[in-house]
């Protein structure tokens, strides 16, 4: 090394910048500033050395560089010097005055291997480090300049200036937290070689859906253009943006600058290491189960964390690979299962059987007419567990079934754990509300269970409607049924009034295990229109399909839903759009489209009798009309809305031309796909939690504050679906807005082989730590992979530490 690291160190950690004269500053600008009362504490090197010629940013850079220093919150606190002499990369005692360096340097070698170890001597000793734009070109040789800028731009990258938003996912950073959430702005944009995503913390994106990317995009949700990283024992942050000499007049540009001056000069805080992979362990936390027992985990299908950590999770009811399936409607043990709650306890590292139910759901796999999903499908805690002990759940219990009819019972059921003990005692339930379902066909049960602030309870129930009879379009085929009970036409149920299947419900329990209706329902219970028709006053929202997961974000009592869509591989000009699997952020109380419509309010075909193999018009999303023969409730139904993900396995919220009828093409050729990062194909919506962190909380696993704010969003399948947190508008979230930002979290979750293949759910604990379920292989059952992990972060604190921090007037 050519610099003694000792004396740097020296020099950097000292609150004061000693003054030294560098040869060749820029004119002595920055010298001749007068120095303000008390002294100015951070002191700026902004370094713009080229092996060509000058670029026409630099004059502007250090304009901007400098109008940090003497305005805004900087102001009287920040001294530039700008220079073009290497040679301040060999003195220690120049160099060590510097709190940052800014490189606004060109493209080549502008640094002699002496003047490099001088540099990576300065960052090893604590140094800040500012790259902007062709900074990335600098020293193309050098793997430690490499890692310190974080990624070096692809050869044809667009040489043109062009309009492009730019994705600000970091909303705490010093450099971002002031910005828009999209801000659309004027550059030159870098493809990169490699991708840094994961090995630096991406604070801004540029969307390449808004520009000409060319040859070596990203192609994928995100293609980061600002960044930061803790470097080699220094602070590196690194921006794309400033190709042009506009940029650096920016008032937002200068602020994202600003930020990213005060966090390498230790004035401020950050963390840059919250989207850094390695920073996250992933760890199974359940053993597999005993041979031929279920006694760590069952068929997952749920969970949710108490206030003092343990873990409550639920098998459905299926049982091992050796249970006996009986599926002879004459048989009176027709479906019989064992539906389990378990609780794993962080101290002991041990997971317990709490209670064990009889269900309806153990038909095994097969066709429609065979297998079911029903069983104990969702759980959640009373809001005053901690002294109550109340365990509220979703399920379907055996004992109501009719073998002649193949009726049964949905059932919410409220039952008291001994806290003591850690058992529930299954004679203290309350049955709180219980409705019919039809079990000759399967499916669509859902299971999603949260509390809000105010005490009232959501549950998300499935359609209970096969998924055969309609080509995998709308479930509407109003011909299939048993013994006069339709089980193929959605209208009968997620579209219907008066059927709570196929809803959100949204009820108050009380303390004797009633429940009373909160106000703001979509229904009173009481409207008797149209002839007769009627409603249900505890639907919250209809048209919604299989509602698996859904979530009330604690801090504003939003609800956020995902439901599986039907199985259309593609569109149809005939019938309507493709499966689509659907997230929605829901405000208030509405219709969410199904089985009228989907997405983004696309339309599908009506049929009706004599012939449901024959199209009738296309559904008016605006004026719906339940006209089946099955529908037991208002004609006139609410209109649909707008949903704010939703995916095919073409790709990410494909939307068409609408002809003059309002109609989409439903072309595949002609489609636009407004959210390209994500992508469908076996696919089957796995809604998660609302991330908040909680300061007060002293916990060394919880994710950072990044992560605030953030919806989890994620389906069971593994491939190509989405396992991503998402930033939402709040302004327009509510009207079906589509995420403003997408972070992926597929190597911070692990899939593929040895990783969580089929995530079933997901929430976060007191501790700031994520629990997730995975299903395990197979269908129906458990298996040796079906377990409950763990995933904490390990990254740390915000740097720099707090004792390193330039004290404010020193």
């Known amino acids: 090394m050519g610099l003694a690291t000792g004396a740097l160190a020296a020099s950097l950690l000292g609150t004061a910048a000693a003054s030294a004269e560098p040869a060749q500053e820029r004119g002595a600008a920055a010298l001749a500033l007068p120095s303000p009362p008390g002294g100015t504490n951070v002191k700026v090197l902004v370094y713009y050395g080229s092996a060509d010629e000058e670029s026409p940013t630099v004059d502007a850079g250090i304009e901007a560089v400098e109008n940090i220093g003497r305005t805004g919150p900087l102001a009287k606190r920040f001294k530039t010097v700008a220079t073009d002499d290497a040679s301040v990369f060999t003195n220690a005692n120049r160099l060590g005055t510097f709190n940052a360096v800014v490189f606004l340097t060109g493209p080549g070698d502008v640094l002699d291997p002496e003047q490099e170890a001088g540099l990576e001597t300065y960052v090893e000793a604590g140094g800040g480090f500012v790259g902007i734009h062709d900074a990335a070109r600098t020293e193309p040789y050098s793997d430690w300049y490499t890692g310190l800028v974080g990624a070096r731009p692809a050869a044809g990258s667009p040489a043109a200036v062009q309009q492009a938003t730019v994705e600000v996912g970091d909303r705490v950073n010093p450099a971002t937290r002031n910005l828009p959430l999209e801000w659309k702005r004027a550059d030159t944009w870098f493809n990169w070689e490699a991708d840094p995503t994961g090995t630096v913390h991406t604070v801004a994106s540029v969307r390449e859906s808004t520009y000409k990317p060319g040859e070596g995009a990203a192609g994928t949700e995100d293609h980061p253009v600002s960044w930061c990283r803790d470097y080699d024992g220094g602070r590196s942050f690194y921006t794309a943006m400033g190709g042009t000499v506009a940029s650096f007049a920016e008032t937002d540009f200068r602020d994202h600058l600003r930020g ?25 936390i359940t053993a ?94 009373d809001p005053q567990y901690e002294s109550n002990g109340w365990v509220y759940v979703y399920w379907s219990p055996h004992s109501q079934i009719d073998r002649d009819t193949q009726m049964g019972k949905r059932r919410i059921s409220r039952f008291t754990m001994d806290l003591a003990t850690g058992r529930i005692d299954t004679t203290s339930e309350k049955v709180l509300l219980q409705w019919p379902m039809q079990i000759h066909s399967c499916c669509h049960a859902g299971g999603g269970m949260a509390f809000d602030s105010k005490g009232n309870l959501y549950v998300g129930v499935g359609d209970n409607n096969s998924s055969l009879y309609s080509d995998g379009y709308s479930g509407n085929n109003p011909e299939p049924h048993y013994r006069g009970v339709s089980f193929a036409d959605a209208r009968r149920t997620a579209g219907n009034t008066h059927d709570l299947n196929g809803k959100i419900l949204r009820i108050h329990p009380e303390d004797d295990g009633t ?18 028709g009627k409603t249900r006053g505890e639907i919250y929202a209809m048209g919604v399909r299989n509602p698996a997961r859904l979530s009330i974000d604690k801090k504003t009592d939003v609800l956020y839903v995902g439901w599986v869509g039907p199985d259309a591989g593609e569109p149809s000009t005939t019938w309507g759009p493709a499966k689509y699997d659907t997230f929605a952020v829901i405000t208030h109380a509405s219709n969410r489209g199904w089985p009228y419509c989907m997405g983004n309010k ?57 002809g003059e009828d309002g109609v989409p093409v439903y072309d595949p050729a002609r489609a636009t796909y407004r959210l390209p990062w994500l992508k469908g194909g076996g696919q089957a919506t796995m809604d998660g939690p609302v991330y908040r962190f909680d300061p ?14 953030k919806w989890f969003v994620a389906d069971f399948y593994d491939a190509t679906n989405p396992r991503h947190a998402v930033t939402m508008d709040p302004a327009n979230q509510g009207e079906g807005g589509l995420p403003v930002h997408a972070d992926s979290l597929r190597r911070i979750i692990p899939v593929g082989s040895g990783g969580i293949r089929n995530l079933m759910d997901w929430k976060f604990a007191p501790d700031g730590s994520l629990y997730v379920l995975d299903y395990g292989r197979g269908f129906f059952n458990s298996d040796s992979e079906s377990a409950l992990w763990r995933v904490t972060y390990t990254g740390g604190a915000p740097t720099p530490a707090a004792k390193d921090l330039v004290e404010k007037g020193a």
Do not use: M
């Open 260 to 284: 990213a001056l005060e966090w390498t000069s230790r004035l401020t805080r950050a963390d840059c290491k919250a989207t850094i992979d390695a920073h996250y362990k992933a760890e199974r």
């Open 288 to 381: 597999p189960n005993q041979p031929g027992q279920q006694d760590q985990i069952g068929e997952p299908h749920g969970l949710t964390v108490a206030p003092d950590g343990k873990v409550f999770y639920i098998g459905r009811g299926g049982g091992t690979a050796t249970d006996p399936v009986v599926t002879d409607w004459s048989d009176p043990n027709v479906g019989k299962g064992t539906g389990r709650i378990y609780v794993w306890d962080p101290k002991t590292q041990k997971a317990t059987v709490a209670a064990s139910l009889t269900v309806f759901g153990n038909r095994g796999g097969g066709d429609e007419l065979n297998k079911t999903e029903e069983g104990l499908l969702g759980i959640t805690l």
């Open 515 to 532: 429940y009373t209706l909160p106000a703001g329902n979509l229904f009173t219970g009481k409207e008797t229109a149209e002839g007769g």
């Open 602 to 658: 696309q339309p599908y075909r009506d049929r009706n009798l004599p012939d449901p193999d024959k199209p009738l018009g296309w559904y008016d999303c605006d004026h719906l009309r339940n006209e089946s023969p099955n529908n037991d409730g208002l004609v006139n139904i609410p209109p649909a809305e707008a949903n704010n993900i939703w995916y095919s396995p073409q790709g990410g919220a494909p939307d068409y031309p609408r």
């Open 696 to 709: 007060t909380y002293k916990s060394s696993v919880k994710w950072p504050q990044y992560w605030d704010g």
